[in-house]
């Protein structure tokens, strides 16, 4: 019962409790129930009919009403809409079947009906197509029930319109198959698009080509998240024009790596033009607002192969292969991916790949070389720390083999820690058991830690664990460190050598030799490095050369700074070397101890470097 019908009914009964039952009386008060009830009952219907009739009009599904015959009583808005009907007038009447789209939507309509006497209360649903103004038609899903009224049922019939979930389904499929960024093909739909490329079994050939832009970070952190989106919207679109009318499916697969396939028959030659036309349209400058003009660089991979025989899994890699050796090259370059040469690029990557299990398995050792005083080498300056893999095949590996491989790892910052801490490790025992009159350890950092943006953290924290002061570390680098945009080690050399620590620059002449006035260097010394060097190493060196060095030499005294060599490989090249005043050298006709127990030989023949 209603909640007001409930409350009336509590009302008269408590009245009747208090009233005689009989006479003109109690007839009269039964007659006023009787009344009130009727008006009651007749409100409650009312309030729901305008319940219904609200509802109906405002139903977003398409409604229309019938009566048990099939014909049209009434359609609401939603329906109209749907069929683009200005009035439910040009409706009614009509039999139901008559809004079918073909025939056998009309006898959908038509069995629906029928039906509708054996569905036993359940729903007709189907799939039908109805038509609207101007010969449209449109896919609907059909649901028909009935409306129960005084001696008949009266069926409904609600139509949802398929078109929309349709669009809306398209809309999704288009969303995770593209990049919301650049409106691209994602990774997913290029890699399934790849995968039908290479598995028709038509005889053709296939090109694919993976670009990196290169330094997208400094855009990225530098000019902020908004812009660096338009950038890559300025890459997409370059290379669409680039590889226009060539039937390339271009995509972004992540981050700031783009990938092009080119199928038919692309030669050698084609796909190299379009590569270098590629890289020539990304510098030009994509405006990114306020007058900023943002021009970038990519490094590509590329891969031909035959089909059929090529998979889409081995494609890929060596697209992504040939892109490392690309990037490894500098900016702005290209590489073709050579099959024998990517034999050995893939074992470069296991090794790479085995690093981190080098550390832990105890196979990382430091070696260390001493640095003399030239000519004779009897006199000892300090000893060069380096790291060495004694690797279970390959046997023992040198720095410069295994730091370019720990750069594509991550492990960078992580070899040069495990040096330092080494190193000083081994400094601290020898001022134990020698005293302070040791020669320094001397390290070279690889690149990435120099410029890590908490060397002066490191440096100071590996210090204090082994209780020694910052004058009793001598650290190296080079002018690409210094000029490294990946951090600032100017500013960390500075700070360091603020506190005492030593630092020597390796220079390959005399435009190297240049920065440390130019940029405050605080080197007391500087070592020559390469072909300054090698060339020197003969029986009759140039006067070319010698001039070179005399000049370089001259220079450094100018400057108040001490010069050295590496890669001093003889005594005659020793000899040499002094003549022109290089005072220090290190190289191979001096002894590598493998380990610092062995290294204890050249205790006590130090000499200050400073």
């Given at each position: 019962?209603?909640?007001?019908?409930?409350?009336?009914?509590?009302?008269?009964?408590?009245?009747?409790?208090?009233?005689?039952?009989?006479?003109?009386?109690?007839?009269?008060?039964?007659?006023?129930?009787?009344?009130?009830?009727?008006r009651?009952?007749?409100?409650?219907?009312?309030?729901?009919?305008?319940?219904?009739?609200?509802?109906?009009?405002?139903?977003?599904?398409?409604?229309?009403?019938?009566d048990?015959?099939?014909?049209?009583?009434?359609?609401?808005?939603?329906?109209?809409?749907?069929?683009?009907?200005?009035?439910e007038?040009?409706?009614?009447?009509?039999h139901?079947?008559?809004?079918?789209?073909?025939?056998?939507?009309?006898?959908?309509?038509?069995?629906?009906?029928?039906?509708?006497?054996?569905?036993?209360?359940?729903?007709?649903?189907d799939d039908?197509?109805?038509?609207?103004?101007?010969?449209?038609?449109?896919?609907?899903?059909?649901?028909?029930?009935?409306?129960?009224?005084?001696?008949?049922?009266?069926?409904?019939?609600?139509?949802?319109?398929?078109?929309?979930?349709?669009?809306?389904?398209?809309?999704?499929?288009?969303q995770?198959?593209?990049d919301?960024?650049?409106?691209?093909?994602?990774?997913?739909?290029?890699?399934s698009?790849?995968?039908?490329?290479?598995?028709?079994?038509?005889?053709?050939?296939?090109?694919?080509?993976?670009?990196?832009?290169?330094?997208?970070?400094?855009?990225?952190?530098?000019?902020?998240?908004?812009?660096?989106?338009?950038?890559?919207?300025?890459?997409?679109?370059?290379?669409?024009?680039?590889?226009?009318?060539?039937?390339?499916?271009?995509?972004?697969?992540?981050g700031?790596?783009?990938?092009?396939?080119?199928?038919?028959?692309?030669?050698?030659?084609t796909?190299?033009?379009?590569?270098?036309?590629?890289?020539?349209?990304?510098?030009?400058?994509?405006?990114?607002?306020g007058?900023?003009?943002?021009?970038?660089?990519?490094?590509?991979?590329?891969?031909?192969?035959?089909?059929?025989?090529?998979?889409?899994?081995?494609?890929?890699?060596?697209?992504?292969?040939?892109?490392?050796?690309?990037?490894?090259?500098?900016?702005?370059?290209?590489?073709?991916?050579?099959?024998?040469?990517?034999?050995?690029?893939?074992?470069?990557?296991?090794?790479?790949?085995?690093?981190?299990?080098?550390?832990?398995?105890?196979?990382?050792?430091?070696?260390?070389?001493?640095?003399?005083v030239l000519?004779?080498?009897?006199?000892?300056?300090?000893?060069?720390?380096?790291?060495?893999?004694?690797?279970?095949?390959?046997?023992?590996?040198?720095?410069?083999?295994?730091?370019?491989?720990?750069e594509?790892?991550?492990?960078?910052?992580?070899?040069?820690?495990?040096?330092?801490?080494?190193?000083?490790?081994?400094?601290?025992?020898?001022?134990?058991?020698?005293?302070?009159?040791?020669?320094?350890v001397?390290?070279?950092?690889?690149?990435?830690?120099?410029?890590?943006?908490?060397?002066?953290?490191?440096?100071?924290?590996?210090?204090?664990?082994?209780?020694?002061?910052?004058?009793?570390?001598?650290?190296?680098?080079?002018?690409?460190?210094?000029?490294?945009?990946?951090?600032?080690?100017?500013?960390?050399?500075?700070?360091?050598?603020?506190?005492?620590?030593?630092?020597?620059?390796?220079?390959?002449?005399?435009?190297?030799?240049?920065l440390?006035?130019?940029?405050?260097?605080?080197?007391?010394?500087?070592?020559?490095?390469?072909?300054?060097?090698?060339?020197?190493?003969?029986?009759?060196?140039?006067?070319?050369?010698?001039?070179n060095?005399?000049?370089?030499?001259?220079?450094?005294?100018?400057?108040?700074?001490?010069?050295?060599?590496y890669?001093?490989?003889?005594?005659?090249?020793?000899?040499?070397?002094?003549?022109?005043?290089?005072?220090?050298?290190?190289?191979?006709?001096?002894?590598?101890?493998?380990?610092?127990?062995?290294?204890?030989?050249?205790?006590?023949?130090?000499?200050?470097?400073?």
């Amino acid at each position: 019962m209603a909640p007001d019908l409930l409350e009336f009914a509590r009302r008269w009964a408590a009245t009747l409790r208090g009233v005689d039952a009989g006479g003109a009386e109690l007839e009269t008060m039964v007659v006023r129930l009787a009344r009130e009830l009727r008006r009651t009952g007749e409100s409650a219907v009312r309030h729901a009919d305008e319940r219904f009739a609200a509802f109906y009009r405002t139903c977003p599904t398409a409604v229309v009403l019938t009566d048990p015959t099939g014909a049209i009583a009434a359609a609401n808005p939603s329906f109209l809409r749907l069929v683009g009907l200005p009035d439910e007038k040009v409706l009614i009447g009509d039999h139901i079947s008559g809004i079918g789209a073909a025939e056998g939507d009309r006898t959908a309509l038509r069995e629906a009906l029928d039906d509708l006497g054996d569905a036993a209360g359940n729903p007709v649903l189907d799939d039908i197509e109805i038509g609207g103004a101007d010969d449209t038609t449109r896919r609907v899903r059909m649901s028909v029930t009935t409306l129960p009224d005084e001696g008949a049922a009266h069926p409904i019939f609600m139509f949802e319109d398929m078109h929309e979930l349709r669009l809306l389904q398209e809309t999704f499929e288009y969303q995770s198959l593209h990049d919301s960024v650049t409106g691209l093909p994602n990774a997913a739909h290029f890699r399934s698009k790849l995968e039908a490329m290479t598995g028709t079994g038509t005889v053709e050939r296939i090109a694919l080509l993976h670009l990196d832009i290169d330094g997208f970070k400094v855009v990225s952190d530098g000019l902020g998240i908004v812009v660096a989106q338009r950038v890559l919207r300025g890459v997409a679109g370059a290379l669409r024009l680039v590889f226009a009318g060539h039937g390339a499916f271009i995509a972004r697969l992540y981050g700031d790596v783009f990938a092009v396939a080119l199928r038919g028959d692309p030669t050698s030659t084609t796909v190299v033009e379009l590569t270098e036309r590629a890289i020539a349209e990304l510098a030009k400058p994509v405006q990114v607002g306020g007058g900023i003009g943002v021009g970038v660089s990519a490094s590509v991979g590329i891969v031909l192969a035959d089909l059929p025989g090529a998979a889409r899994t081995d494609m890929m890699r060596s697209a992504e292969m040939a892109l490392h050796r690309a990037k490894e090259l500098g900016k702005a370059q290209w590489v073709l991916f050579d099959p024998a040469a990517g034999k050995a690029f893939r074992e470069r990557y296991r090794l790479a790949a085995a690093i981190a299990g080098a550390m832990e398995n105890g196979e990382m050792t430091v070696a260390y070389q001493p640095h003399v005083v030239l000519p004779d080498g009897q006199v000892v300056t300090s000893l060069n720390a380096a790291l060495r893999w004694d690797h279970p095949e390959l046997g023992r590996l040198k720095s410069d083999v295994f730091y370019p491989l720990a750069e594509t790892t991550g492990l960078t910052v992580a070899l040069g820690r495990y040096l330092l801490a080494e190193a000083l490790r081994t400094t601290a025992d020898w001022r134990t058991r020698f005293g302070p009159d040791i020669p320094m350890v001397c390290l070279t950092l690889p690149q990435r830690m120099a410029v890590d943006g908490d060397l002066v953290g490191i440096v100071l924290a590996e210090l204090a664990r082994n209780d020694l002061d910052p004058r009793d570390l001598m650290l190296c680098t080079d002018s690409p460190s210094l000029l490294d945009e990946r951090g600032d080690l100017i500013e960390s050399i500075g700070h360091l050598a603020g506190l005492g620590v030593l630092f020597i620059l390796n220079i390959t002449g005399l435009t190297d030799l240049e920065l440390l006035p130019a940029l405050g260097v605080p080197a007391p010394a500087v070592m020559l490095i390469g072909a300054i060097v090698d060339v020197l190493d003969t029986d009759d060196p140039p006067e070319w050369a010698k001039r070179n060095v005399r000049q370089l030499v001259e220079r450094a005294e100018e400057l108040g700074v001490k010069v050295g060599a590496y890669g001093v490989d003889s005594q005659q090249h020793a000899e040499v070397l002094f003549g022109l005043g290089v005072v220090v050298g290190t190289g191979p006709y001096l002894p590598e101890h493998v380990t610092r127990e062995e290294a204890e030989v050249w205790i006590g023949r130090s000499y200050p470097m400073g």
